[in-house]
């Protein structure tokens, strides 16, 4: 199966989730969506990690971005797990998980995706089969695969810098502009290179030419 890689459609699937049946795409609707995988239910790391997507549901909601949970385990342990991750997050603040989990024990959807890990031994089930890593998949409404992040199974995600992705994809196409290096959102931007030095005139007034091929302009964002 050849590799997914940005650009390409995101594969559809039907699953079953904390939510009931879903088909991929229809989920997704018009939304942005993140699909990130975890090793697996009752395991800490993963706990810490969907306390935090469930505490900050108002920072996707308010990007219109929808998330979605996988792991190589059952629905009957997702929803006790659930009860965990509520519980561990409501020390820090109230939490509650929102999102749907899908249920993939038998690695179907993981294979598709490519989730599965082939380098720890340790995260294997007791018949030894791999389960997932830690997987990020971003998918615009068009379901065209715009971010991929695979981090191991020993190593917690940064949700800051996956918001910050999402922030720069989504003004990129609505502005015509790229980020540069630790861009954050209202910082000062790079005009595309696309852009001809008339059309920057127009679209960027405050524009600073830095070097012919490097301009930078302040953005107002709605």
């Known amino acids: 199966m050849p590799a997914l890689r940005l650009g390409n459609i995101a594969p559809d699937f039907e699953a079953q989730t904390t939510h009931g049946p879903i088909k991929f795409h229809d989920w997704i609707g018009n939304s942005w969506a993140i699909l990130f995988s975890h090793p697996g239910d ?15 549901a108002p920072d996707f ?5 929808k998330v979605i949970g996988i792991s190589a385990n059952g629905l009957d342990d997702h929803e006790k797990w659930v009860k965990d991750i509520n519980e561990w997050g409501s020390q820090f603040a109230p939490t509650e998980v ?9 690695r179907k959807i993981s294979t598709l995706y490519d989730m599965l890990d082939e380098q720890d031994a340790t995260n294997r089930d007791a018949k030894g089969l791999p389960f997932t890593i ?8 068009k379901k065209t695969i715009r ?24 003004i990129g196409d609505k502005y015509r502009v790229t980020t540069p290096v630790n861009w954050k959102k209202g910082d000062d931007v790079i005009v595309h290179p696309t852009v001809s030095t008339d059309e920057a005139k127009t679209l960027f007034p405050e524009h600073t030419v830095h070097k012919p091929y490097l301009r930078t302009t302040p953005l107002k964002v709605d």
């Not at 790391?45 to 505490?55: F, K």
């Not at 830690?134 to 409404?141: E, G, K, L």
């Not at 199974?153 to 720069?168: C, K, M, P, Q, Y």
């Open 134 to 141: 830690r997987t990020v998949f971003v998918i615009d409404p």
């Open 98 to 106: 929102g999102f749907p989990i899908i249920a993939d024990a038998d």
């Open 61 to 65: 909601a308010q990007r219109n971005v």
């Open 147 to 170: 971010l991929t992040i695979a981090y191991p199974a020993s190593t917690g995600r940064n949700f800051d810098e996956i918001l910050r992705v999402v922030d720069s994809l989504q």
């Open 42 to 56: 009752f395991t800490p790391v993963c706990t810490t990690e969907l306390a935090e997507v469930a505490r900050r």
